[in-house]
């Protein structure tokens, strides 16, 4: 069985993942309560500020959304369903991040 996941990154970290082919899923990984839309925006937010810790200095919350087997430590990257990503560096913390499809990876990365 697999979980939605939320796993907090950056674009550096992004780039890092799509070369090697896998993403670590974490100790903690950041998951909806449930199904409703609610409570995925919920964890997908969550994640954004976890990704904003990550940050050092100016830079764009990146959250990566993948199915993950239960108990994974990591998950390959074809395994990712959609990235969100800041529109800009120091976006406001309050606003939503932007879908891409996970074939827009590469874009991402360049124009980073």
């Given at each position: 069985?697999?979980?939605?996941?939320?796993?907090?990154?950056?674009?550096?970290?992004?780039?890092?993942?799509?070369?090697?082919?896998?993403v670590?899923?974490g100790?903690?990984?950041?998951?909806?309560?449930?199904e409703?839309?609610?409570?995925?925006?919920?964890?997908?937010?969550?994640?954004?500020?976890?990704?904003?810790?990550?940050?050092?200095?100016?830079?764009?919350?990146?959250?990566?959304?993948?199915?993950?087997?239960?108990?994974?430590?990591?998950?390959?990257?074809?395994?990712?369903?959609?990235?969100?990503?800041?529109?800009?560096?120091?976006?406001?913390?309050?606003?939503?991040?932007?879908?891409?499809?996970?074939?827009?990876?590469?874009?991402?990365?360049?124009?980073?």
């Amino acid at each position: 069985m697999s979980v939605r996941t939320y796993l907090p990154t950056t674009l550096d970290e992004l780039a890092r993942f799509h070369t090697e082919g896998t993403v670590p899923v974490g100790a903690d990984p950041i998951t909806a309560e449930d199904e409703s839309e609610e409570a995925e925006y919920a964890a997908l937010m969550t994640a954004a500020d976890a990704s904003a810790a990550l940050l050092d200095g100016p830079g764009r919350r990146v959250v990566l959304v993948a199915e993950v087997p239960d108990g994974a430590l990591s998950v390959p990257v074809r395994l990712v369903a959609s990235v969100h990503v800041d529109t800009a560096d120091d976006a406001d913390p309050d606003d939503d991040l932007a879908w891409y499809a996970t074939q827009e990876i590469p874009d991402l990365i360049a124009g980073r």
